[in-house]
């Protein structure tokens, strides 16, 4: 399992109530009394959530409590939730030279600019990511439609021309998926 890791920001009486607990939790509690201690924090530690009273905290991770008192079983439910949450959000991206594929909402993103993808376009990227060398129209059947090598189509061909097409147009990268003559690859 992932390490996880709560920073408890500007907000002791929670800290030591959570550190009580500790035992029982299924995540780290990492008391932040400042901004640069934060900033540190955050820099080394891949997996957290922040959690404090401060409203205007400007991180992604971060659990505002403004209600108090709080019931503390729900307080941890809900730090658990988070936590879930963001591991499901850091699977389902996958970055690709300049680009990040968000494998939930099947967009290819760049400089804040979106593209929706079908599901064999992703597929494709992603085949094609993985392999250093070219990857024939042969293999990209095989693994991509689980066609057989033997039969005569053009779908790969069809496929990789619009989806190069699709990201031009969008992105105006002509280089993302290059034709070489053993097949093609993303460089």
């Not at 990492?30 to 959690?51: G, P």
Request: proline share 1%; hydrophobic share 35%; aromatic share 8%.
């Amino acid at each position: 399992m992932i390490d996880q890791n709560l920073i408890v920001y500007k907000f002791q009486s929670l800290y030591h109530i959570l550190e009580e607990l500790s035992s029982n939790l299924n995540f780290t509690i990492v008391k932040s009394e400042n901004e640069n201690a934060l900033n540190n924090q955050v820099k080394v530690l891949n997996n957290y959530i922040i959690i404090t009273k401060s409203k205007n905290l400007n991180f992604q991770k971060v659990i505002c409590i403004d209600n108090l008192p709080l019931n503390i079983f729900k307080l941890i439910e809900k730090i658990n939730v988070s936590f879930l949450k963001s591991q499901f959000n850091e699977q389902s991206q996958v970055k690709i030279n300049d680009y990040t594929i968000d494998l939930n909402s099947r967009e290819i993103i760049s400089k804040n600019k979106k593209l929706k993808l079908t599901e064999k376009e992703i597929e494709t990227i992603i085949h094609l990511s993985k392999n250093k060398e070219p990857v024939s129209v042969n293999e990209l059947q095989k693994n991509v439609w689980s066609y057989q090598s033997d039969i005569e189509t053009h779908t790969v061909e069809t496929h990789i021309y619009r989806l190069r097409k699709k990201i031009s147009t969008a992105f105006d990268d002509n280089a993302f998926i290059i034709s070489k003559k053993n097949g093609y690859q993303i460089i």
